[in-house]
């Protein structure tokens, strides 16, 4: 396809996309009052405010689409494979297919983990902190904004393995280099710890590193797996050429 093809396809996609997400927004919004329930719980006994007339309506859209977009995930990103599949061979695009579903599982993975591990120690110590000087009114829409960013992002990095194995089948990654970038990996994972973590805690920084490290040896088992079906592969087509 020339380049005008290729922004009718991006158009067109995206057009879907869009469709899509409005659909599952919109379903979203019925349920936003279950969903606050659920996002509230780890803020304990806290009493939310809003000091706005039109703050709770930003909220309420805001979890909507945070909820409509996690729904369109598997769709989105199968709208993006669609796009690169005329780069992929027949056989990458059947692992493109095996992968969309551990694609939404792993994100699944990540959010439990956010919610259950993540988000109770980190929201015991923002809420606690200072108390003593002064008695804490949290707005509902910073509150549910930080929640959300926060499973959010642990729910792209535990995308991890499932990218990495899909980039090694293709042969933009190794095995090796993988293994040969542990060290930084592992000091990466401590970084984004203390960052993703607002406590200061080491024991709720590590909570959140050990997991990232477990995830990326997981990512180096998988594309050494992967990596020896490509070796065991290859010698057999040169041989029948």
């Not at 551990?102 to 120690?121: D, H, K, N, R």
Request: net charge positive; with cysteine.
């Amino acid at each position: 396809m020339n380049l005008a093809e290729h922004f009718a396809e991006i158009r067109q996609r995206l057009i879907k996309s869009a469709v899509v997400l409005t659909i599952t927004t919109a379903i979203s919004f019925v349920f936003v009052g279950r969903v606050f329930d659920f996002l509230i719980r780890p803020a304990g006994d806290i009493h939310l405010i809003y000091i706005e007339m039109t703050e709770m309506i930003g909220v309420y859209m805001q979890t909507a689409l945070v909820c409509g977009l996690i729904l369109a995930m598997p769709f989105l990103v199968y709208q993006i494979m669609m796009f690169v599949s005329p780069a992929l061979t027949h056989q990458e695009k059947k692992y493109v297919y095996i992968a969309l579903p551990f694609i939404t599982l792993m994100f699944a993975g990540g959010v439990v983990f956010g919610y259950f591990v993540l988000l109770p120690p980190a929201m015991k110590f923002l809420i606690t902190f200072g108390s003593d000087i002064a008695t804490p009114q949290i707005r509902i829409g910073n509150y549910i904004a930080l929640i959300t960013r926060m499973l959010l992002v642990t729910g792209i990095v535990f995308e991890t393995p499932v990218v990495i194995t899909f980039l090694s089948r293709l042969g933009v990654v190794t095995p090796m280099w993988l293994s040969s970038k542990r060290g930084w990996a592992f000091v990466g994972a401590f970084i984004f710890s203390a960052i993703l973590t607002p406590t200061i805690d080491p024991i709720n920084q590590s909570l959140v590193a050990i997991p990232l490290i477990i995830l990326y040896e997981m990512s180096i088992w998988l594309s050494k797996l992967v990596y020896r079906r490509n070796t065991k592969i290859v010698p057999v087509s040169i041989g029948n050429a």
